[in-house]
């Protein structure tokens, strides 16, 4: 077992928050990595390692979810994906601690603060990426997706590219643990190999309909090398 659990040090003086809810919030950070994501252990284990019945982490989930300190991704079959929010702005802490009240107010940003894409099409693109061993860094994931984004990227374009890639994954059968990393196939570009709806003025479907080789639709498409249809 790790020796620390990450979690947000205005959790510990937050008095809202109730003993059992804090002692939920540190056994998710037991199992985060360091940027407070990568979490995808059972309620069971949660609550064995926090010494209460699953009924009350899930209570308690909710809770620190409604206040800020968690965010929960449902993964339908598997265990859900958990994310100790690190980021978040702090809340106003009811009974702030001395050295809290008596710290100097910090200037505030000049800069304006881009807005964030909002989750529910990140976590599309998440579902509609292909499956590999370790569930993605969703830190990473966002900070990709929001630079693409504010770059001038449709966040669907984004949604398609990764559905394509999952379908070129399953034409070849490629093994999970060979599925590129969802940041770093945002961050260098390979979205772009898959940005393709149309091969000469038909979709992939259509071409389908028609009879024609699909396989020949992956390779002018670019999802397939032209070594491997002749396979």
């Known amino acids: 077992m790790p020796n620390l659990s990450i979690i947000p040090a205005r959790a510990v003086m937050d008095q809202t928050l109730t003993p059992t809810q804090l002692r939920v919030l540190c056994a998710i950070g037991i199992h985060t990595n360091k940027l407070g994501g990568g979490v995808w252990t059972s309620v ?6 926090a010494g209460v019945a699953e009924r009350t982490v899930q209570t308690a989930c909710q809770a ?5 300190y968690l965010t929960i991704i449902p993964r339908p079959g598997r265990s859900n994906l958990y994310e100790v929010r690190l ?3 702090p809340q106003e802490l009811v009974h702030p601690t001395p050295a809290v009240a008596a710290a100097p107010e910090r200037p505030k940003r000049t800069t304006p603060k881009l ?4 989750r529910e099409y990140i976590d599309a693109l998440i ?4 499956e590999r061993p370790e ?6 994931v966002r900070r990709e997706v929001n630079t693409l984004v504010h770059s001038g990227v449709n966040m669907l374009t984004l949604v398609r590219a990764a559905e394509r890639y999952a379908t070129h994954c ?3 059968h490629t093994e999970p643990k060979y599925v590129k990393t969802l940041h770093r196939w945002l961050a260098d570009g390979i979205w772009k190999v898959y940005d393709v709806q149309t091969v000469h003025g038909r979709t992939r479907e259509e071409w389908k309909r028609s009879g024609q080789d699909v396989l ?10 032209p070594e491997e249809v002749a396979l």
Do not use: I
């Not at 807005?115 to 909002?118: A, C, F, K, M, Q």
């Not at 569930?135 to 990473?140: G, I, N, R």
């Not at 639709?217 to 090398?225: C, E, I, P, S």
């Open 127 to 130: 579902l509609a990426y292909p």
């Open 64 to 68: 620190l979810v409604e206040r800020g």
């Open 216 to 225: 020949e639709f992956d390779r002018l498409a670019g999802y397939l090398k």
């Open 87 to 89: 980021d978040a702005p």
């Open 115 to 118: 807005p964030s894409v909002e």
């Open 44 to 49: 069971k284990t949660l609550a064995s390692e």
């Open 170 to 172: 399953a034409l070849n």
């Open 135 to 140: 569930p993605p860094l969703y830190p990473a």
